[in-house]
């Protein structure tokens, strides 16, 4: 059988682009590996659905069908059972002259026509149709997903050297990229799109588009991002790498259904300024001879808690990356990846296939590592693994979700990890919360108001000799008041008398308290008044964060 003729050579012979076009098709297509020739002229807008399947036809020698004009009958479509429908990604055409026509919209389902000979009884022949048009009639005559509008690009948008839409996502994610967000929202509502950034860490609307742009912003996001264009029932999780400003660009996405449509949610992963190194997170006094002295023991497990968003995994790639020598093997597993570190062998979790933590933590140990990175500890069992490395001699660092840093110990015991090992391999606990900076161009002195101070646990007097500052705004800082952001932590090292009330199963207060006579510990709201007092940021901000830890914290400043 002859090779398949090149599709772009066959786009060209039919008029659908030119050699041009066809170039900037395949230089998308090495930015984003993986992406067919195909999709990126679909994503590029240079052709249509029907253009595509057209030259698919041509390629693979197969008859086209166009089932946006087409009803398949009740008869016709009972012949094929909807799991078969769904499994294979066809649906039944008619009958004709002994064989059953399927419409599909991969010409690669072909090479499976035994499979189906075999399911259906039946002799078959295939057609191919536009995945719009699929989509369609799998939900009218199946139930399965809904229904999408299909739309054919208009003669002048041809004409178009850049489609709007393209321009309109890219200028979406320069600006947030211009603006220092972490991540983009891209919500649908009833009567409009809305777009917005989170700078740091707050929320506020950047744009506000017509609601007949949600279908193209969304598909071409879907695209870029390597997701299934026509399921719209299920979440979803994608990837894209993209160049913006002159730099590599990763974008982490995640797309749910909703009730006024699908929404998207892009973390912004740049490779230049994500990574942190130790002195640019904001310990002050002791903290930072305490981390580096624990992050530089032998063995022992090194955990840092707080909520999603707090700056964990910054944290500790920035004690990675102080770590990361010649002679120091460091293995990590991580869901997902974030960030890649030269040097450092990193292992992604992929729960599809049974990869999960525990697994990679098990062949990890086989792989005689230094220092072992386990991106969250979730459960039991992954609790448990983690504490043998470290007793066997392995430095080990991973993340809990609890409020505060002595609950990560009752945390571990609540697992059902045995409270012998909790005290025996855990070193050090460190929880933190990220509060944004005052804006070095805009702040000012102020005196602080009464019932600020109280809030705080503060009187007139501790803040006597001391300059407190506001927050104000100006173009730098868009007017917030507030440009970058900076941790404020917790930190305890296990003593023996910790190790005593863990090891006796004492409750969280009682472990806080021993830690605060033996371990160094210096709550958040106290290391927040640090912040405020060499004018790092503003008491609201504190109180904003750290609100909730104010009825746990110990007194004093």
Known sequence: ???????????????AI??????????????IPGTKIGQALLALNFIDEIQLTKALCRQFRLPFVDLSRARISEQVAALVPAQVVQDFGIVPVKLAEGKL?????????????????????????FALTPPSALNNVRAEAYGLGEKVEIKQRKAEEEEDEDAPVIRLVHEILEQALAQRASDIHVEPQVDRVRV??????VCYEAHSLDLDLAGPVITRLKVMARMDISEHRKPQDGRIAIKLMGRPIDLRVSLIPAATGEQIVMRILDR?????????LGFVGDDRDRFDRCIKRPNGIFLVTGPTGSGKTTTLYAALTSLNKPNVKIITAENPIEYHLPGVNQSEVRHGIGLDFSRILRAMLRQAPNIILVGEIRDAETAEIAIQASLTGHLVFSTLHTNDAPSALTRLIDMGVKPFLVSTAVMAVLAQRLVRRLCLTCRQPHDPPDHLLAAL??????????????????????FEGYRGRVGIFEMFVMDPQIREVTYRGGSTMEIREQARLSGGLRSLREDGIRKVMSGMTTIEEILRVAGSEMATAGAGV
């Open 196 to 201: 917005r950034y989170r700078v740091d860490g």
């Open 18 to 31: 030119d050699d041009r076009k066809l170039q900037e098709g395949l230089d998308y297509q090495r930015r």
């Open 101 to 125: 026509i399927l419409a599909t919209d991969d010409p690669m389902v072909t090479f499976t026509q035994d499979d189906l000979r075999f399911v259906l009884n039946r002799e078959l022949a």
């Open 272 to 280: 230049e300024v994500g990574l942190v190194k130790l002195e640019k």
């Open 457 to 478: 646990g503060m009187r007139r007097e501790d803040i006597q000799g001391r300059e407190i500052f506001r927050a104000v705004g100006c173009k730098e800082c868009r």
């Open 1 to 15: 059988m002859s090779a398949h003729r090149q599709l772009g050579q066959i786009l060209i012979e039919m008029g």
